[in-house]
């Protein structure tokens, strides 16, 4: 018996059904060991050594692979083909030796680019022992985000509260978000305009043109500044006929693009299908482990972590033979088209993302959702890179007036051949797309009439945001990063609060600027581009093999430990001093008056300045206690600011106290009158501060409502906003309601409704049964029916015994029943059948893959001689 360990179960049933009897698939769902979060995982003072530890689930894969192990003859490692499975497999290898279950067994690692009957096969006849190279690529990329993180964070934590962690690529994607937002505030909007006319000739249909020259003069973009100047030379082109001047028509030939790496493949799908990175690799990482078609299961991608572009002759063959078959000779060039990558780094060590079978038609398969949308996108893209050119006419017609004063211009194209346009044309971000308009057949010396003049304003624009696709090919062109990282990069941004997504468009939130603002200030080699791309380098360089893996750390080590004891020798008040600077224009803008910006609102004499506590940062006086003017970071003043910082919205009609906006330390609210304990309500979220007006204000200020008295007996309800939300209350019996509107709004009956169903559910101490989003019928008769359910805490997936949450960010109306099966197995594997926790005493236990707890005493008389074993135990 042949034991076959891959990462995951999909893979692993795919697999087995290919091998046979005569071999065991088994998954390491991923890593089975990693560095722990404390002090010391990874020892610079002695020579870098690194501490490894496996958690409860990956002791529990371990466990299992060892007791398959002694009954195997052999172990194959098949982990997925690049640094990271080549790391899962020497962790197993490593935590298998420390079993000592290997002892005169055969180890072999192999590898595969598609999971197909040939490509397994063929992997297997051709084995290899694991490459350390890879290996040490992979402990050097692990050291260094360890180093930056366990030792960065802390210091963020003590000198910045509220900041959550910093990273080696996470710290320096955030700050070209952050940056391009600063450009945009920068921005000053420039008015220019523009004169268009409709033209006709005699024949053909009437054409936009537009003024390019006026008195001999080529217009720039920014010659008719104002109204008078367009509407003076929109009166030079009101008089009637012109003539052509000139005419050409240029035959262009556009290429195909190359088909999909990982970060082009996240580019595209964002673009076209609206997946974020995540998603994308979710979705394609399923292509490829395998996809039950027609009774079998198959991968019908090859691997998707890759940067190289090519792909084998045998796939090259495969689609030139799918464009003559669908579309004709025509379109199959005389010779196979061949790409190299322009992306700095790049390895291509692999294929490119292509299907595993090019005759598989997207319509062919029975894919549902996100995977036939996604596999529709792949499959395309690689049949349209090996297409025939496409030849576009593009057409530029110059006309001029009698007198010769001035010059209209029209431009248009006409696609000759569409060549690879049939079938797949790549998306652009933040372009215009080109002008596809045919224009008339006319000839140098035609008269032409021009009609319907029309001036019209334009303004400059800023650089738009980043959305995921345009961040991803900016890090991808400084060489920043591996495309197989950008996707957890991005998450791990939003995680922590310091980006958020606006239209698909990252926004930094004042959290991210102030960590970029600290980092560009006191560890500004850390976050500059060339440095981190040059730190890439230096790691692949690892990767073939041409220097040490130690040594870079070493070299890495040397300056970086330097600035992290430099840090700690400098006050939190002068580190908030050069974020105050820094982050003036943002934090205090200019209010245009010429005024300090800096000057406390509510005293003569103080001046407003960053502060922390424990909260995270927020804006002060100086001359606190004594004053105790503050406000939220991300608020800046309230348009409208009276003396003391407060918006005035009006009177109270009934006491006569003035209400005001106000901007405090945990956000915008509004307060009635002032005195020792006025009235206040906070801003809802969903509310924008800058739709708080004198009625809103009320509003918020009568809650709680009381909705009516309970017909049973008698006693008010009452509806209110909460720290969780809209509520209704009745006595001791709290229930949630829809949206801040429905306080406001909720009769009677309703909320006496609502708060029957909730004493229905136990009032606070129970909850009504969780809501099934997807139901799957069993795949055998006696099988489980497998539910995806929407729970307190939410989604997760069940066949009535086990319970497994589902990842952070997957969409519970696409998931599959492959999907559901494979996290329950997990869940199973890690906690046993119908058990919902680990049977510990603490959540964050770990477990090694070396040590032991200590046996119980048989002899021990009292209870509580058992306690130190519980404790050690804990800490293995």
């Not at 990329?141 to 509260?161: E, M, Q, T």
């Not at 945001?465 to 591996?482: C, D, H, M, N």
Request: hydrophobic fraction near 40%; include cysteine.
């Amino acid at each position: 018996m042949h034991l076959v360990v891959v990462e995951s179960p999909a893979k692993a049933r795919t697999i087995n059904k290919y091998l046979g009897s005569h071999y065991d698939v088994v998954a390491s769902f991923g890593h089975v060991r990693d560095l722990p979060s404390k002090d010391g995982s990874v020892r610079p003072d002695d020579d870098f050594a690194m501490v490894w530890e496996a958690d409860t689930k990956g002791a529990a894969r371990i466990r299992d692979i060892a007791e398959r192990m002694k009954k195997a003859d052999s172990l194959i490692l098949a982990t997925d083909p690049d640094r990271e499975g080549e790391a899962i497999s020497w962790h197993l290898l490593e935590a298998l030796r420390t079993k000592k279950v290997l002892k005169d067994k055969a180890i072999s690692r192999v590898t595969f680019n598609a999971i197909t009957k040939d490509a397994v096969l063929h992997a297997m006849a051709n084995p290899r022992q694991i490459n350390q190279e890879l290996v040490d690529a992979y402990l050097a990329r692990r050291a260094l985000d360890y180093l930056v993180g366990f030792n960065l964070s802390p210091v963020l934590w003590r000198k910045l509260p509220g900041s959550r962690s910093a990273g080696r690529v996470q710290s320096v994607a955030l700050r070209l978000v952050v940056e391009r937002e600063m450009e945009i505030e920068r921005f000053k909007a420039r008015e220019y305009w523009t004169v268009a006319a409709q033209a006709k000739a005699d024949i053909g249909n009437a054409f936009e043109a537009r003024l390019f020259s006026l008195d001999g003069k080529k217009l720039d973009k920014f010659d008719l500044g104002d109204e008078a100047t367009a509407l003076a030379a929109k009166a030079a082109v009101i008089a009637g006929e012109f003539k052509v001047a000139s005419l050409e028509a240029k035959p262009l030939k556009r290429s195909p693009a190359p088909p999909f790496t990982t970060s082009t493949l996240q580019q595209e799908a964002s673009r076209k299908l609206g997946f974020n990175a995540q998603r994308t690799m979710q979705v394609a990482q399923k292509l490829y482990e395998g996809v039950d078609i027609g009774g079998e299961a198959v991968g019908l991608i090859t691997y998707m972590r890759t940067d190289g572009v090519a792909m084998d002759q045998a796939a090259l063959m495969a689609c030139r033979a799918v464009i003559g078959d669908r579309f004709g000779s025509e379109y199959v060039p005389e010779k196979p088209r061949f790409y190299s990558s322009k992306a700095k780094n790049a390895q291509e060590a692999h294929e490119a993302i292509r299907p595993t079978d090019p005759q598989r038609h997207p319509s062919k398969l029975k894919l549902e959702g996100d995977m036939a949308r996604l596999y529709d996108l792949i499959w395309k893209r690689a049949i349209a890179s090996q297409m025939e050119q496409a030849i576009v006419e593009r057409t530029t017609i110059d006309l001029v007036d009698a007198k010769g004063r001035a010059g209209l211009r029209a431009t248009g194209q006409v696609i000759l051949f569409d060549g690879f346009l049939a079938l797949y044309q790549e998306g652009r971000d933040d372009e215009e797309d080109e002008d596809n308009r045919r224009l008339p057949t006319l000839k140098a010396g035609d008269r032409v009439k021009v009609t319907d003049t029309a001036a019209t304003q334009h303004f400059t624009e800023p650089p738009p945001r980043y959305s995921e696709a345009t961040l991803v090919k900016k890090l991808e062109e400084l060489g920043i990063g591996r495309p197989s990282t950008y996707a957890s990069v991005l998450t791990v941004l939003r995680d922590r609060d310091y980006v958020h997504m606006d239209k698909n468009r990252f926004i930094p939130d004042d959290k991210g600027r102030l960590v970029t603002a600290f980092l560009e200030n006191f560890f500004a080699k850390y976050v500059e581009y060339d440095f981190t791309a040059a730190l890439e380098q230096r790691l692949d360089l690892v990767s073939s093999g041409d220097l040490g893996w130690r040594i870079l750390l070493q070299e890495f080590w040397e300056d970086f430990s330097k600035a992290i004891a430099d840090m700690g020798e400098l006050r939190t008040t002068q580190v908030l001093d050069a974020i105050n600077e820094s982050l003036g224009p943002h934090i205090f803008p200019d209010k245009g008056d010429g005024s300090d910006p800096r000057a406390c609102p509510s005293c003569a004499d103080g001046r407003i300045s960053l502060k922390t506590s424990k909260f995270g940062a927020f804006i002060g006086c100086s001359n606190y206690p004594n004053c105790r003017y503050t406000r939220q970071l991300s608020t800046q003043a309230i348009e409208g600011d009276t003396a003391s910082g407060d918006k005035l919205l009006g009177s109270d009609p009934e006491t006569g106290l003035d209400i005001f906006l106000r901007a405090g330390r945990f956000g915008p609210y509004v307060q009635l009158g002032d005195g020792d304990k006025p009235k206040r309500s906070s801003v809802p979220k969903g509310w924008a501060v800058s739709d708080i007006d004198f009625e809103k204000a009320l509003q918020l200020l009568s809650l709680p409502r009381t909705v009516g008295v309970h017909p049973e007996d008698n006693e008010p309800i009452y509806a209110n906003l909460g720290r969780f939300g809209p509520y209704v209350q009745h006595g001791k019996t709290y229930a949630n309601i829809g949206t801040v509107e429905d306080v406001f709004e909720i009769g009677l009956n309703r909320a006496v409704s609502v708060l029957a169903e909730k004493r229905a559910g136990g009032g606070r101490t129970q909850r009504a049964a969780a809501t099934a989003l997807q139901e799957f019928a069993p795949t055998t008769p006696d099988g489980p029916r497998i539910k995806v359910m929407a729970g307190r805490y939410g989604p997760y997936v069940t066949d009535g015994t086990t319970n497994a949450t589902l990842p952070k960010g997957a969409d519970p109306a696409t998931i599959t029943l492959e999907a559901a099966t494979t996290l329950i197995e997990a869940r199973i594997a890690v906690v046993g059948v119908g058990k919902k926790k680990p049977a510990t005493k603490k959540a964050g236990a770990k477990a090694t893959a070396t040590k032991k707890a200590p046996a119980k005493k048989a002899a021990a008389k009292k209870p509580a001689a058992k306690k130190p074993a519980a404790k050690k135990a804990a800490k293995a």
